[in-house]
């Protein structure tokens, strides 16, 4: 289903007769949509055409009829096979609570979501968490930045919910006046650059970080940095937090759970700070870099549009910093970047490999697709 009013009347429909839902993109081609459907063991998969609800039977597993009532959903993919994620109803409302109870702001806000809601994102903490606060959301599928902008005029007391991919977009629309009055980002952490420009323009900003096993962690407003996720949920714990020092694998206890988000991050001044992947951690000759902390270096030179730092095999250190720029103009050198990088980081931190390129990929939500940059470097994809 595409249009979001018909999900949120199914979905309540059958929530309220103890069922299970698993979300899937409305854009997705029925035949695969069809085939996620059986393989989490749905009963059926509901479509809209033409503006009417069709129902396409299939055969449920027993285990699935059985089951506690859960939210389903196919986690992103991008570092590996897209697995089946199930969390019960009740583990879902602890959230919306949670989250109603630390989100910044008053019941004035007008919330407008500009991400799916067949994500937990704008589900959850966008869409059901509004609705909640007795707010009904603008829930926005055109495509077409500018119609948020001009929703953006229409609501004074906005808060703007997508992906920093997004919000680039809606910036480099706003030449002279930045129209955006408060945010919430997620799904993967802004940019340096990013963040120092709404800040600047006197942007609202708040991060929040989650999973899909999870749902919304932590959020805060007035991030110190793009690492800055903000305060742990109340119905959530941190199992073993790392120090700045000595960052770690972010673990949350929550509904009787442990969930290894598989995140590298740290526990600073009652905040979770996130810093990259586990898997995108770079080992070189024994020391860690994490991607994000070279990015924010390369992000801050003159002439560079867009930067991705990530891992490559290398003979005698078994892996090096790999960096990948797309620069504004040609005049910017290699070895231009590697002084800058050196101004500001140890040796073994600055990119040993430099490769100026037209495009970085990314999913269809701007999370950069690092696992297939990896890839690519030892032979294994492309």
């Known amino acids: 289903m595409k249009e979001p ?22 854009d ?9 459907a059986e393989d989490a063991g749905c009963t059926g998969l509901l479509t809209d055409a033409g503006g009417n609800a069709v129902f396409h039977p299939l055969h449920s597993r027993l285990d699935r009829m059985d089951g506690e009532p859960s939210l389903l959903q ?6 590996g096979a897209p697995k089946l994620v199930e969390r019960p109803w009740s583990h879902v409302q602890m959230e919306i609570e949670a989250y109603n109870k630390l989100l910044p702001g008053s019941g004035e806000d007008q919330p407008i979501i500009l991400v799916p809601v067949s994500h937990s994102f704008g589900f959850i903490t966008g869409t059901l968490s509004a609705l909640k606060r007795g707010v009904e959301p603008v829930i926005v599928t055109e495509k077409n930045p500018k119609f948020a902008l001009n929703l953006m005029q229409q609501h004074d007391r906005h808060v703007v919910y997508a992906v920093p991919f997004l919000f680039q977009i809606l910036l480099s629309l706003m030449r002279e006046k930045v129209l955006l009055r408060k945010m919430v980002s997620s799904g993967s952490p802004m940019s340096a650059e990013l963040l120092n420009r709404l800040a600047g323009a006197g942007v609202e900003v708040i991060q929040q970080y989650g999973c899909s096993e999870a749902g919304c962690i932590s959020l805060g407003d007035r991030p110190s940095d793009s690492t800055d996720v903000g305060m742990i949920l109340e119905h959530m714990a941190i199992e073993r937090p790392g120090t700045r020092e000595q960052p770690d694998e ?3 206890a929550t509904g009787g759970r442990r969930i290894h988000t598989g995140d590298m991050g740290y526990w600073l ?14 080992n070189v000759s024994g020391l860690k870099v994490a991607p994000s902390e070279v990015e924010d270096v390369i ?20 892996e090096a910093v790999k960096a990948r720029i797309i620069r504004k103009s ?22 040993g490999f430099i490769a100026f390129t037209e495009d970085i990929p990314k999913t269809s939500t701007g999370k950069v697709m690092r696992k297939q940059l990896v890839e690519e470097e030892y032979g294994i994809h492309g």
Request: one cysteine or more; charged letters at 20%.
């Open 5 to 26: 009013a018909n999900i949120l009347a199914a979905t309540e429909l059958i929530i309220r007769n103890e069922g299970s839902v698993l979300l899937i993109n409305g």
């Open 28 to 36: 997705t081609p029925v035949e695969s949509a069809l085939r996620q």
């Open 74 to 79: 196919f986690s992103s993919g991008t570092t």
């Open 250 to 252: 972010i673990i949350i």
């Open 269 to 282: 001044s009652g905040r979770l700070h996130v810093q990259c992947r586990m898997d995108d951690l770079i």
């Open 299 to 318: 992000q801050r030179l003159g002439g560079v549009q867009e930067a991705v730092v990530h891992k490559a095999p290398h003979p005698v250190w078994g």
């Open 330 to 351: 040609d005049a910017l050198s290699q070895e231009e970047v590697k002084r800058w990088c050196a101004r500001f980081l140890p040796a073994y931190k600055v990119p």
